[in-house]
């Protein structure tokens, strides 16, 4: 599963497609990626610590995907943040199953540590 996901998250964007941003404030379209992020990682660069939702649009037919958890979890693997963060995290990623779920393996991790 992870390869694919990975496989996944590297093709993060083709051609036809960019990223859309929604702020938390008026929860109204805020900005669009410049370049169509290819990675992960330049989706994970393009986010602002408001942005609420990413939403893929494909240019051919117009149809939005919300892409909010791929890019949080990537943003989490990137930072790799301490619970103890958690008021500094951009609100996509607070509001997300991943950090959810990076809390569980942080604290499975941690009671394996002690």
């Not at 660069?45 to 893929?56: F, G, K, P, S, Y």
């Amino acid at each position: 599963m992870c390869g694919e996901r990975e496989d996944i998250l590297s093709k993060f964007c083709n051609s036809q497609e960019f990223l859309l941003f929604v702020d938390q404030y008026d929860c109204q379209f805020v900005h669009e990626a410049e370049l169509s992020p290819s990675s992960k990682q330049d989706a994970v660069a393009a986010c602002q610590d408001t942005t609420l939702q990413i939403v893929r649009m494909d240019q051919t037919n117009w149809i939005g995907e919300d892409v909010t958890e791929d890019v949080a979890n990537a943003w989490l693997d990137y930072y790799a943040p301490k619970p103890t963060q958690e008021r500094t995290l951009p609100a996509f990623v607070l509001e997300s199953h991943a950090w959810l779920q990076y809390l569980k393996d942080f604290r499975l991790i941690y009671r394996q540590i002690k």
